[in-house]
Structure formats: structure tokens, C-alpha cells
């Protein structure tokens, strides 16, 4: 069965750093790319940031480009989001999430991490 | 990288069928056949519910069905139930590696 769990969540003021981290299981985590997606409070979801299977490649939404970081340990079935310079405007539930092969879709999803940030 | 547009809402009595479009551009939806929708009730995560304009997942109810022309694409459930009342966002390959999502529709069941 394909788990995805996010941590990392938390409170975090305007400005600070947060590192999010999603463990996954049930599936050979290095082949498969990744996909962080977060949702604000009340609205819809926004793609955030994905990386290939070797984690060479790695693409951002305007939105977080410059501040945040997609990397992959596939040694330790890990996927991982530095989130610098955070703003209000960050403050969401992110999500983790397993692209299927050879395709763009999100066929597996985390249950989220939610990120707060304010002063 | 603008969002793809959804009506905010949508509504049917049970049996009937409703359809859900999202209109995005040339970039994406028109052209790609990579469009995806997901079903989200609150308080859980997105769930898979048509890839690639009409393919639909093991386990997904056959009255979920989705296509495309040019720009837009649509969701069609036919046949509501109860339990499809839930939020649904499309979302499509904009080039470059990246996806896009659509702002959601509320589905509510009469």
C-alpha cells in the first residue's frame, strides 16, 4: 500500500525558515517523480514544486521560486521542502505527493503538513 | 502560470448528470491530453478521479467520465449520488515540468 506522511508543520514566523519532510513507502521510491502542493485555508490548491527521480531536475511555481527547495533522498524513501524567507501568504496545508510514471498526473497523496506563518 | 478557471460552484438533484469545465490556454489544457481531476471532501486529502482528459483510475465509479475540446476540458457525473458532493479541481501539464491547477468547484447534491 503507497504511504505518504508528511512532517515538519508548525508555527513559524514572517521571515524564518521551515524544512518539510514526506516518508514514503509501498512503492520503489526512486522511480517516481514527486510533487509538493499546497492548499491555503479555505481555497483551492496550488502546485508548489516537483522533482525527477534522481532529483537532477526541479521545478517551481513562480510563487516560491528563489525561496524554497525540492530535494529527494532515495536512500531514505524521503522527500523534503526548505521553505526560506516565509511570508503570510505561505501559510497552507502542504501536501506530498507520487507523479505516475511517464505522465502528468498525482496518483498518491499525504494527508498534509500545515505550515503557519505569522508573527 | 495563471490557474485554470472553474465555475466556484456546481449543483444537481441525485440521478442527474452535472458537468464541470475548466478553461485554461494553449500552454496547457489545449495542449497537452494530460488533464487530471481530483475529488476532495473536507478535511481529506485530493483523490485521483480522471487522468489523461478520460481515463478513469481501478475503482472510481464509471459515472465519472471527462474530455477536452481546444481549451477547455470537463467533468461530467452522471447519475449524482450523495456522496459526490465534495470540491473538485482540474488540473493540467503546463510544459516546462510543471502543473497547474484549476481554483475548484463545490459540487453540491440537491
Known amino acids: 500500500e503507497v504511504q505518504l506522511v508528511e512532517s515538519g508543520g508548525g508555527l513559524v514566523q514572517p521571515g524564518r525558515s521551515l524544512r518539510l519532510s514526506c516518508a514514503a513507502s509501498g512503492f520503489t521510491f526512486d522511480d517516481y517523480a514527486m510533487h509538493w502542493v499546497r492548499q491555503a485555508p479555505g481555497k483551492g490548491l496550488e502546485w508548489v514544486s516537483g522533482?525527477?527521480?534522481?532529483?537532477?531536475?526541479?521545478v517551481y511555481a513562480d510563487s516560491v521560486k528563489g525561496r524554497f527547495t525540492i530535494s529527494r533522498d532515495n536512500a531514505k524513501n524521503s522527500l523534503y521542502l526548505q521553505m526560506n524567507s516565509l511570508r503570510a501568504e505561505d501559510t497552507a496545508l502542504y501536501y506530498c505527493a507520487k507523479r505516475a510514471r511517464s505522465t502528468w498526473y498525482l496518483d498518491y497523496w499525504g494527508q498534509g503538513t500545515l505550515v503557519t506563518v505569522s508573527s | 502560470q495563471s490557474a485554470l478557471t472553474q465555475p466556484p460552484s456546481a449543483s444537481g438533484s441525485p440521478g442527474q448528470p452535472v458537468t464541470i469545465s475548466c478553461t485554461g490556454t494553449s500552454s496547457d489544457v489545449g495542449g497537452y491530453n494530460y488533464v487530471s481531476w481530483y475529488q476532495q471532501h473536507p478535511g481529506k486529502a485530493p483523490k485521483l478521479m480522471i487522468y489523461e482528459v478520460s481515463e478513469r483510475p481501478s475503482g472510481v465509479p464509471d459515472r465519472f467520465s471527462g474530455s477536452k475540446s481546444g481549451i477547455t476540458a470537463s467533468l461530467t457525473v452522471s447519475g449524482l449520488r450523495p456522496e459526490d458532493e465534495a470540491d473538485y479541481y482540474c488540473s493540467s501539464y503546463a510544459g516546462s515540468n510543471k502543473l497547474v491547477f484549476g481554483g475548484g468547484t463545490k459540487l453540491t447534491v440537491l
Open positions: 522533482i525527477s527521480r534522481n532529483g537532477v531536475t526541479v
